[in-house]
């Protein structure tokens, strides 16, 4: 398997819009009326999480500047050492289609798993279609070698399954996708894609790995059942050995909702027309699944809470 190497650059810091969720004080131990006693260190789920988001600037005229973005991205190690249960993401895409025409039809259909998310609602637009990915650590990586990876992700059908490489999903399990969720062809003979993500050589500490997605004419648009355009959404990475395409979507896993689901609301709502959202946003994910907390009869009792704890740091947590 070839490695990505990747470069270091001179290039100004983006500027960040931070927005950052974290649980309240009190955990289940709060839920379940119980006070652990001072001292104790307790296991618990769902600490530090959310997303630190960052915009770049828009042209004047949006619907100019929508079938492609691309930025560099510095690779570092987040964690000292490989860590169960922990996601966190280095900056990654998040680009929808655009949709900004529709105020209050669902793009979501009923049985999918996004349509269960009422605040997501009335349009569910953010989580119909997206393509996502870039570099990060992720719970389900299989084998983890202390570096960050790089991966490439969409979700096709409202969150019911991601792909995220040539035939497997993004970290969701060791079975293949079946044949009709297929969605990723690989373009180039050099760099595989594989399914637990692209590793790099050495230890990384700041230098840039630089990535892009381009909507391209591949493929001819069809009028069919479901009608499908012919932008094929493709993803380029620039490091020092190497640079071009790697793979790209085909256009029929962004259309295929709409006849799946027999509604033909969603015939070009999707990806597959090769045209996003004005507002392509980048994000930092952080999901640490596993947080210890320790109750101290010295911490005050914040108001709201039913006990006194606090979060230990990450060397306390779990290791591989």
């Avoid at 955990?27 to 600490?47: I, L, Y």
């Avoid at 050492?81 to 209050?104: E, F, M, R, V």
């Avoid at 009608?227 to 295929?256: R, V």
């Amino acid at each position: 398997m070839l490695h990505v190497l990747i470069q270091r650059l001179a290039l100004p810091a983006p500027a960040l819009m931070l927005g950052i969720a974290c649980r309240t004080c009190g955990g289940q131990d709060a839920q379940n009326g119980a006070v652990p006693e001072p001292g104790r260190v307790t296991a618990h789920s769902q600490g530090l999480h959310g997303y630190i988001g960052y915009e770049a600037s828009r042209p004047p005229k949006q619907s100019a500047y929508c079938i492609g973005m691309g930025f560099y991205a510095a690779a570092w190690p987040l964690i000292g050492q490989p860590l169960a249960n922990i996601q966190i993401g280095l900056p990654g895409t998040w680009i929808l289609p655009d949709n900004a025409d529709d105020k209050d039809t669902p793009l979501a259909p009923v049985g999918t798993l996004a349509r269960t998310w009422p605040e997501r609602g009335p349009t569910w637009s953010s989580v119909f279609q997206t393509v996502e990915g870039g570099l990060g650590y992720w719970a389900g990586n299989h084998f983890r070698y202390g570096p960050p990876k790089f991966s490439m992700n969409a979700t096709p059908q409202c969150y019911d399954y991601e792909v995220g490489s040539p035939g497997w999903s993004f970290f969701r399990g060791n079975e293949a996708l079946p044949d009709n969720r297929l969605g990723i062809a690989q373009l180039s003979n050099r760099l595989l894609i594989p399914p637990d993500g692209l590793t790099f050589q050495g230890n990384p500490n700041g230098q840039f790995l630089g990535y892009t997605w381009m909507a391209l004419p591949f493929t001819e648009a069809t009028p069919g059942d479901p009608p499908t355009g012919d932008q094929s959404w493709t993803c380029f990475l620039s490091s020092s050995n190497f640079k071009g395409p790697i793979a790209y979507y085909i256009p029929e896993t962004w259309s295929k909702i709409g006849a799946l689901f027999h509604d033909p609301y969603l015939a070009g709502r999707g990806l597959a027309p090769g045209i996003s959202a004005g507002g392509r946003s980048r994000s930092i994910p952080f999901h640490a699944s596993m947080r210890r907390m320790r109750t101290e009869s010295s911490i005050r009792r914040s108001p709201g809470c039913n006990s006194r704890s606090m979060l230990t740091d990450a060397r306390s947590w779990s290791r591989m």
